[in-house]
Structures are given as C-alpha cells and as structure tokens.
C-alpha cells in the first residue's frame, strides 16, 4: 500500500476510535468537568482588576437592534479593583457572566438616561452580584427619574429577592444587601462637568447631552491616577461633551449610520412594515453619526475612539467598512468599533492603550 493511502486508513480509524471513545460515559465526564472549571473560574480574570491601568470593557456593543452576537448597551469601567456598568441594556449581565467577571467586585452602577435599551437588566445586575457576595446594596446612580427606575425593578424583583433568601439562607444572602439605592445626581446649569462620585483615586463626573425629546440625558466621564475615559450616552453630536471629553485617553461615543438606517427604513416601507419604518424615520434626530463621532473626537483631541451603541449593528466585515464610510477621511487613526468584549485597556504608567477583545 502507498504511504498517501495508509495514512489516509491510519486517520480514518483515528477517527472511527476518537468518536467511539467519546461514547464512553467516564471519558464524557472529564471532558464536562473541563468545561464546567473552564466556565467557573475567574483566575484568568484577576489581572483585569490589577492596579496598573484604567479598564474598559464593552458588555454590550449594539443599539436597540437585535443582534446574536451583541448585548444592548453597556460599558464596564475597571478601576482600582472594582468595576462599574454604565448602562445595562438586554442581555449585558448575561456577556459578563460569559466573560467571568466576578460580580462582587461592582462598585455600582451609572444610567445614562432611562429608554429600555440601557436599562432593562438592572434588576439582573442587582440579583447576580448580590448572589456573587456583593455584601452591600448596589449604588445606582443616574439623572432625575433614577428613583423611579431603582424603585420599580426593586419592586418587580421583590418576591424573588424573597425565594432567594428562603432557598439559600439569610446567612449567605442577607435581604439587606439585596436592594439598590438610588443617587440621583444634580447637573450643572451650562452643561459643564460635576462630581458624580468619588472613591479613592477614582473620579466620575457626569455632564448633560442632547437626546431630545428625551430628558435628561447624560455623559460620564472617569478619571483615575492620570488616565481618563468619557462615555458618551445616547447624543447628538455635541458640545457638552467635547468639553467634558478634553484632555481624555479615550471617548467611547454612540455610532449610527444614518444611510444604513435610511436603507431599512426604505426597505421596511417596500415590506410593508410601516409601523417599524415610521420608528427608522424618527430616530436619525437623536442620535450621532460615525462621522461625526469622528469629529467630535477630532474636536475634543482625544487620541483613542471607540464607537458603541452601533446603529444598526454590523453582522460583517462589508457591512462594518460601509458603516465606517467617510471615517478615514476625517480620521485616520485611533477608531475602534466596538464588540461585545472589546477590552481598553490605559496603563497607568502613560504608555499607550492597549486594545483587545475578550472571549469567554
Ligand atoms: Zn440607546
Ligand atoms: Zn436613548
């Protein structure tokens, strides 16, 4: 027989034996017990929380757009040991717990405004890191309307906070660091910056944005030991935060592709889809294109962008370069799209960011 043909029968029967020993019951088990420790443990994940750098994770990349691969909105800032979501769209607890990160280490929450995009998991987040150890209410903080947000999932969340406490005991889940406390912060009159929230080296300040007719609507911005992140919230290109953006590592803006939208809204309109083409209409008044997220990062001399709360979300390399159409023209360098699990990382000794994407 030829050495081709051989090798051809040795594989095959590599083969025909592989399979047969996966049908031996011990032979599955330990292949499920490595699968279970790689999914439990977060060993891996503890260099995230080191202290040599302000963090940004990307807990949710898209928009209200359904998409398989991408949560709604939701960034994750790790500083000084700790981490905290801005904003918690549908399915974003759910890319963390994918991630490992360990959920008793938040530090709390920040809401940029109140649509259902940016939202709608709070009270998955309050139960997670509370069944994770938090070992003390979770701090939401947010513009007015906060409290009636906090108050309502705390509500609907009730009788299952009630379930836990009976199945696993008041010891391990005590019904007093089960709750949310609402911080509703004041903004300033001009639009400028004000403290949001101080713990140690860690500062966040919040500015006001313009989502017209939604209202309030904010920005934040984090610094931590000389390394500084801005976080755009749902905007139209904007002033406020321009301002608020000087000076910063790296400004996580909102993207959406007005073109795309319009090709959707057309579309839907041919389909027969009036009611969901009148929504396509409507919603290029209140939000930012990718050029001009460009620009507003040209403006503000940031040197890092990173484009979140992508509208639509791009399934495809084709439909990410006709989403970055006329980007490079105004800025060159320094973009980033955002994915679900996109890591920045701004080392605290000032040497330059680092971009990655962390699978789970
Ligand atoms: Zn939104
Ligand atoms: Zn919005």
């Given amino acids: 027989m030829q050495t081709g043909i051989k090798a051809f029968f040795a594989l095959a029967l590599l083969i025909v034996l592989s399979i047969g020993v996966l049908q031996i019951p011990p032979v599955q088990d330990v292949l499920i017990d490595k699968v279970i420790r790689s999914r439990l443990s977060t060993t891996d994940r503890q260099p995230l929380f080191a202290d040599d750098a302000l963090r940004l994770l990307v807990c949710g990349s898209s928009s209200p757009f359904p998409d398989p691969d991408r ?6 800032v790790i500083a000084g040991g700790k981490f905290y979501v801005v904003d918690t769209g549908p399915g974003s607890w759910n890319r963390l717990a994918l991630l490992r990160i360990p959920g008793d280490r938040i530090g709390g929450v920040f809401l940029t405004h109140f649509h259902s ?24 903080y947010g513009p007015t309307g906060v409290e009636q947000v906090v108050d309502g999932f705390q509500q609907a969340y009730a009788l299952d906070r009630g379930y836990r406490v009976a199945h696993h005991g008041a010891e391990m889940l005590s019904p007093d660091d089960g709750l949310m406390q609402a911080h509703t912060l004041s903004l300033s009159a001009d639009g400028s910056m004000t403290e949001a929230f101080v713990d ?21 911005r984090f610094d931590y030991k000389g390394r500084s992140l801005v976080i755009s919230g749902d905007t139209i290109k904007d002033a406020n ?27 839907a309109a041919d389909l027969g889809r ?35 709360h992508l509208t639509p979300p791009p399934p495809n390399r084709i439909a990410e370069m ?26 605290l000794d000032g040497t330059p960011a680092q971009v990655s994407v962390l699978k789970p």
């Fill in 322 to 347: 006709a989403f970055l159409r006329g980007v490079a023209e105004i800025r060159s360098k320094g973009v980033v799209l955002a994915q679900d699990g996109t890591l920045i990382e701004l080392p």
């Fill in 71 to 76: 949560a709604r909105p939701c960034l994750t």
């Fill in 241 to 267: 935060l321009i301002r608020a953006a000087k000076g910063a590592d790296l400004l996580a803006h909102e993207a959406q592709n007005q073109q795309m939208v319009g090709q959707i809204q057309a579309a």
């Fill in 117 to 140: 995009d940016h939202i709608g998991e709070l009270g998955e987040f309050n139960l997670q890191t509370w069944v994770a150890g938090r070992g003390a209410p979770l701090q939401v």
């Fill in 274 to 308: 009036t009611r969901y083409a009148k929504v396509m209409a409507d919603i290029p008044s209140y939000h930012t294109s990718p050029v001009e997220a460009a620009e507003v990062a040209n403006e503000a001399g940031v040197p890092l962008l990173l484009m979140y």
């Fill in 200 to 220: 140690g080296d860690l500062k966040v300040s919040v500015f006001p944005v313009t989502h017209t007719p939604i209202s309030p609507a904010v920005g934040y």
